[in-house]
């Protein structure tokens, strides 16, 4: 298949990241080999990572947009979501406690990246002090193929 | 996007029902009612996910906010959801191991 390219800026306000899951659901669904369920988990990431991206520019207090690019090509969908934020250490994420734990109820944030990692089959976060790009990518399978 | 959420009494129990997409955008108005709700004294809840679209890790803060902040009032918080979807966050979190779900109201409400 031919490699398509969409970019997408939005501003780093909560309202938009809806617009991001739609554009990703409308470039992944001209990616027939794609199955729904995979579409879905792709979306889920992608909103994970654009919320963080969000909040990385509220602590910057930063007017810039967040950027997304989508690329489809023979391997898969991937999508790229940089931002202009502080920047965090990717490898020194705090752990939760086990779910079997009672302090597991005082954490109610930090498992946007877990669940990235959890939902897609590449991800690559590269951060430092002038922003984070965080790369994801689905790639086509067998199973996705439709007859 | 909007976000319903709908509240009816079920015996001991109050019923959440939610509608529609929970994400950063949406999640706020969630936290609030559900704050809400426990407020005004009601604290055996039953959120039904039922009607979600989509529900992202914001989705879960709220939800785990929710059940910590009923715990803390000798109450408690489960959800009704049967969508392979939702479930999955919920999966993929390790979050089934902390919240009773059920298939449907009915099960929930009369689950104790």
């Known amino acids: 298949m031919a490699v398509e390219d969409v970019a997408l800026e939005i501003p780093a306000r909560a309202e938009f990241v809806a617009l991001a899951r739609l554009v990703v659901s409308a470039m992944a669904a001209t990616d027939i080999q794609l199955a729904d369920e995979r579409v879905d988990d792709l979306k889920l990431a992608v909103s994970e990572a654009c919320t963080n991206a969000i909040e990385a520019h509220g602590a910057a207090e930063t007017d810039e947009r967040v950027r997304l690019m989508c690329r489809a090509d023979d391997r898969g969908l991937e999508v790229r979501i940089e931002d202009q934020g502080p920047g965090f250490d990717p490898g020194r994420l705090p752990d939760h406690p086990p779910v079997t734990d009672p302090d597991r109820l005082k954490f109610e944030r930090g498992l946007g990246i877990p669940l990235i990692r959890a939902l897609v089959d590449e991800v690559e976060i590269t951060s430092s002090q002038s922003g984070t790009a965080v790369r994801l990518v689905m790639l086509h399978t067998t199973d996705d193929i439709v007859d | ?112």
């Open chain 2, 1 to 112: 996007m909007d976000l319903g959420l709908d509240v009816k009494e079920q015996g001991k129990y109050t019923v959440l029902s939610v509608r529609g997409e929970v994400d950063v955008y949406t999640a706020p108005k969630f936290r609030e009612r559900l704050i809400e709700l426990v407020t005004e004294g009601k604290h055996q809840i039953v959120v039904d996910l039922e009607g979600v679209d989509f529900l992202d890790s914001t989705g879960l803060g709220v939800l785990v906010g929710g059940l910590k902040r009923l715990r803390s009032h000798d109450g408690d918080l489960v959800l009704v959801c049967t969508q392979s979807r939702i479930l999955k966050v919920f999966e993929f979190t390790g979050l089934t191991k902390v919240f009773a779900i059920h298939a449907s109201v009915e099960e929930a409400t009369s689950s104790s």
